[in-house]
């Protein structure tokens, strides 16, 4: 267990690679209740929500949600997010648990002059549980009646789940197949115990935030801390799927229109090593032999085994297969760039 | 549960003083967690006592291996290397290096098993 922004988290159950292997072939279950919710609700919730996120909240259906940016008016991130549009004027926020206390405030203080729209820090009447791997949805599908197949990507049903009130949403932080389950705090125990005994032939084990970094990092889903904070600009972080140029004003977006027109300095790739070494989060990266910049993330990770990583370079030597090296506890060890994602569920 | 033919470091390794071979702990596997690196000196090397001798690597952290005792680097097991894991599977069966002493007295300050039991208890 470790101490993680004031809640106590498992780091791994059965052993990180075989929970790893789980999620892959099989399915895993997370506990994810410390991630912060902050619900914004009135007539004028979608002016604000638009304001501050970076994606277009405007193009959300009822029981559709979205990864965005929380940006700050550098086009940086307050925070990274998922904005689920509950009805046309109620939005749910869930937002890293490390950065909750700041989002909230922030938060308040950009939607108090649109008038007709609250903020409120929700995170106490929701744990949040997430089943992911290929066998998710079978397993899933055995404690509810709402049909599963019929959820999309990104969207979201209500429903129960073991016979309590649940939210599912068709969400993770994987790159797998999977499910996100929001229920009242008071019976998360009783849904997590019934999705382990669901179906004992599926194997599902219990899943720790070290497998939860490992699953991530393969689908190159940043982390907020790693990849991306207040320092990195959305186009930086090579997300410019997330911005919604079409929307109009938003915080943040002249910073990212101008960047976009002049052309970026830096940004986020994928690497592999080359050399028998494995660079880990904060190793200094070094390019024809002058420091440009350091690792986000990088281990040698279960599935794919390979030591993989993220990190920022010179946009000019961002193509893959450029070379550069890490400085590997003193030692320069050779790495080149890859494409991203590192790992694509199979289809089907 | 440790061998007690081996000595122990208050740093997690383990050596069998009459072949030399040396390795990290049952304990010291678990505390890592899934170990997929190793990183081993090459033979000849020489190693004072308490000095780095390689690295272990899991998929969540990095630990150094210290040489129990001073001496030569005779053997380095190149097969470990490419099988890491095994670390996580039999510990004390998986020997990284062997040493040849260069100080026979400098074992008097090594961990027995009891000892060494004692200390991750």
Request: with cysteine.
């Amino acid at each position: 267990m470790a101490v993680f922004a004031g809640w106590d988290m498992p780091v791994e159950y059965s052993g990180l690679a075989n929970e790893h292997m789980a999620v892959r072939t099989r399915a895993g279950l997370f506990d994810v209740s410390h991630m912060g919710q902050v619900e914004l609700a009135g007539k004028d919730a979608l002016a604000a929500v638009e304001h501050m996120t970076s994606n277009d909240a405007g193009k959300l259906k009822i029981g559709q949600a979205q990864y965005s940016g929380l940006t700050t008016p550098a086009g940086t991130f307050v925070d990274d997010l998922l904005v689920y549009r509950f009805a046309t004027d109620h939005f749910l926020f869930v937002v890293n648990a490390s950065n909750m206390g700041k989002d909230f405030a922030w938060i308040t203080e950009q939607a108090t002059p649109f008038g007709d729209v609250s903020a409120v820090n929700t995170s106490a009447r929701y744990a949040l549980i997430a089943l992911q791997g290929p066998a998710a949805r079978d397993v899933l599908q055995t404690l509810t009646d709402v049909d599963l197949g019929a959820i999309a990507c990104y969207w979201f049903a209500h429903g129960e789940v073991a016979g309590v009130r649940a939210t599912i949403s068709r969400t993770g932080y994987t790159g797998e197949h999977g499910f996100e389950i929001f229920t009242p705090p008071q019976s998360a125990v009783r849904v997590w115990d019934a999705i382990l005994q669901a179906d004992r032939s599926a194997d599902v084990v219990p899943a720790g935030l070290g497998a939860r970094d490992t699953l991530r990092l393969e689908a190159a889903m940043r982390l907020y801390g790693n990849e991306i904070d207040d320092t990195t600009t959305v186009l930086e972080a090579d997300l410019e799927w997330i911005v919604g140029w079409d929307k109009g004003e938003f915080i943040g977006r002249a910073v990212l229109a101008d960047q976009k027109a002049r052309g970026l300095s830096r940004r986020l790739v994928g690497f592999e090593m080359v050399d028998r070494a494995i660079a880990r989060h904060g190793y200094d990266v070094y390019l024809d032999g002058a420091k440009v910049g350091t690792v986000t993330s990088g281990t040698k990770t279960p599935f794919l085994k390979k030591a993989i990583g993220m990190a920022y370079l010179p946009v000019a030597r961002t193509e893959p297969g450029t070379e550069f090296e890490v400085d590997v506890r003193g030692r320069r060890a050779k790495a080149r760039v890859v494409p991203l994602p590192f790992y694509t569920r199979p289809k089907g | 549960m440790y061998p007690q033919t081996y000595k122990y470091t208050n740093d997690h390794e383990w050596i069998d003083l009459a072949t030399g071979r040396m390795g990290v702990t049952d304990y010291a596997q678990k505390q890592l967690g899934d170990i997929v690196f190793l990183e081993l000196p090459e033979v000849g090397k020489t190693v004072k006592k308490g000095e780095q001798v390689g690295t272990v690597e899991s998929v969540k952290a990095v630990s150094e291996i210290f040489a129990p005792v001073s001496g030569t680097i005779a053997e380095v097991n190149a097969g470990l290397a490419e099988k890491p894991e095994s670390i996580n599977h039999d510990a004390h069966g998986s020997w990284m290096v062997a040493i040849t002493p260069a100080d026979p007295a400098e074992a008097q300050d090594l961990l027995d098993a009891a000892q060494y039991a004692e200390l991750t208890k």
